[in-house]
């Protein structure tokens, strides 16, 4: 709700968070370009970030691309995490040592992407962390955990969710609620899973929360 600048202390007294205009525009500029990385973050733009690396990883980059993954394949990846972490080309070094490291046991791309996200465990608690440094999390049930992992499909290292579309929707209502509850508060919680199945939860509840971690 916008009110009088007249009215901020008064806001302030009352327990609401009073934000300027700026920062509202500015946050909101923010969330566009995450939810637009894929676009934004094309081929070119990547192979500058790879370029303007410091002669320290221009080996690292040498023995990664394109032999584990290409410049397009690096693109997608970077683009998922960097909108959950502060900067994008800081952790680009880091992205690229998990991808080595994943790369090596397997070439199943979640089993990779799941790699990294946790040598990046420390950038994405920073990213989602409140005012007070605080990580508010929202933890699977544990009825939820073993309903997603008894519907997960496998083929060779492929695997696919084949979960019935009604307990899909009760899942999804039952996030939507929790959520709900939650931004009373002001509050955005990180949903917290098991590694085995956060790829496939993750399918599910990007597709009306995109920016829930």
Known sequence: MWIPSSYREEAHFK???VVDPATVL???LTEVVKDNLPELLSYSETQKLLDDLDRAH???VADVIPSQITVTGLAARAAEFAGRTESR???LPTILEGISEGASGSRNVNAITEHVRSR???SL???NANAAGVLPLVTLSP???TAFAESIVMNGEDRQLSMAPSRLQQFISAVRATYDRFSTTGESPVL???PAIRPYVRSIVERFRPLTS
């Open 143 to 145: 009825e939820w955990e």
């Open 26 to 28: 500015t946050t909101h």
């Open 192 to 194: 917290l899973t098991s």
């Open 120 to 122: 990046l465990a420390r």
């Open 58 to 60: 221009q080996k690292l």
């Open 15 to 17: 327990g609401y968070t």
């Open 125 to 127: 608690c920073d990213s």
């Open 89 to 91: 080309s800081a952790d």
